[in-house]
């Protein structure tokens, strides 16, 4: 059996906060002073409200702390770690050179892990309450002392900067990773277990699936694996949202997609919400002067979003579409030249190269140019050489 546990890929440590520096390409003394600020003060509190009703807290972190995260994301996360195939959302997809060309070989997101239960006669769901608020420090620095061997000094110094006072939160950039590793020493036994028994078992961050090809399956024994493993570790489980599905008149559905064929599909429902999405735009879009709006270039690609859902599950319907949309582009205003003038400015103003603030300065100038050149051609050669001067920002692989 493969092993179903996250595997460290180097025996290499960082045995000092100066390796760590160097690791990051963060100077000390900015890893010194993210400390000196108060904790409350690392991050900007922000209400978010729900689609089914109440709100969701996020938190934002100042520069210096995203630069941080962002960085232990790249050059930690990303580049050390061999996910299990049961984990997804928020990670990187598995790679590998073919031919000369990178390719995509295992993807992480929802569609991905919903595929894993096609077929399936009976579906057990489980759903971690709050998760990131219960995921305690003491856990994410066992993260970096025991799974990732980091000597005291390094664990204490990473844990701080992805906790905020004693849990993660949504929003730091890290607290995704160290979720799905939260678990790493005792999920993979509970997966043994399960495949003992021919059942299939996927966590989508904190969603629970665990399924079987067989109708009537008694999920009792599955179940108390994972309420001991939850146990274990001190998490709660959200009772309210604990379901067992069975095939029948109704279609089963994984994060919101039905598994009773070869292949995710979406809704019946979903699709003729998104097919109206795209029709309601383009009767809007014969409004005078209504493409050039903000407004309408949010609905745009917030439409484009919903319409590309269809290609991932390999609808029909999506390249006609799509070229329903592509007559309806979003058309350039004067602000916009403006905005790109500002953006260069902006961006010839700092010095430090390497942020993502300067990152995201200088793509959505370039995608802004990009914009601009549908109506104003020469304008739009003269800014994308004006931005061409400028450095490029660092890839976010590095």
């Given amino acids: ?50 689609g089914v009703g109440g709100e969701r807290i996020v938190y934002s972190a100042t520069p210096l702390l995203r630069k941080i995260q962002h960085r232990i994301n790249t050059r930690i996360f990303k580049k050390l770690i061999k996910w299990p195939p049961y984990l997804y959302g928020s990670l990187p997809n598995d790679k ?22 096609c077929g399936a006669k009976s579906i057990l769901k489980l759903d971690i309450a709050n998760f990131f608020e219960n995921i305690h420090r003491d856990t994410v620095k066992k993260i970096f002392r025991k799974f990732f061997h980091y000597p005291e000094n390094v664990s204490d110094y990473l844990t701080e900067v992805c906790c905020y006072g004693d849990t993660l939160v949504q929003g730091a950039l890290t607290s995704s990773y160290l979720a799905s ?35 009537g399956y008694d999920f009792r024994n599955a179940e108390s694996h994972v309420r001991a493993m939850m146990l274990k570790k001190d998490f709660p489980l959200n009772l309210s949202k604990t379901k067992i599905m069975r095939a029948g008149s109704s279609p089963l559905l994984v994060h919101g997609l039905i598994v009773n064929f070869r292949t995710p599909r979406l809704p019946s429902s979903e699709i003729s919400r998104i097919k109206a999405s795209v029709n309601n735009l383009v009767k809007a879009s014969a409004t005078d002067n209504y493409r050039t709006t903000y407004s309408f270039r949010a609905q745009y690609f917030r439409c ?7 290609a991932r599950v ?13 007559k309806i582009r979003p058309k350039p205003c004067k602000t ?5 003038e500002n953006a260069i400015d902006r961006l010839k103003s700092l010095k430090d ?11 959505i100038a370039r995608y802004r140019i990009g914009i601009v050149s549908r109506s104003f051609d020469r304008k739009s050669m003269i800014l994308l050489s004006e931005l061409k001067k400028l450095e490029k920002p660092v890839s976010k692989i590095d």
């Fill in 96 to 117: 590998e050179l073919v031919g000369g060309q990178t390719k995509t070989t295992v993807q992480r997101d929802y569609i991905a892990c919903a595929q894993n239960h």
């Fill in 336 to 340: 916009d030249i403006e905005r790109v």
């Fill in 181 to 215: 590793l939260c678990m790493w020493d005792t999920e993979y036994k509970v997966i043994q277990k399960l495949s003992r028994r021919n059942l299939v078992y996927t966590r989508l961050v904190d969603d629970i699936t665990i399924s079987s090809k067989h109708r």
């Fill in 353 to 363: 190269k390497t942020t993502d603030s300067y990152r995201r300065i200088y793509n």
């Fill in 1 to 50: 059996m493969t092993d179903l546990r996250p595997e460290k890929i180097t025996k290499s440590s960082i045995g000092s906060i100066s390796k760590l520096s160097v690791v990051l390409s963060i100077p000390e003394s900015d890893l010194s002073a993210i400390l000196k600020i108060l904790p409350e003060n690392r991050y900007k509190k922000i209400t978010i409200p729900k």
């Fill in 304 to 310: 484009l979003g919903r319409v590309n859902r269809l």
């Fill in 314 to 326: 390999n609808h029909n319907k999506h390249e006609y579409l799509i070229n329903k949309l592509k």
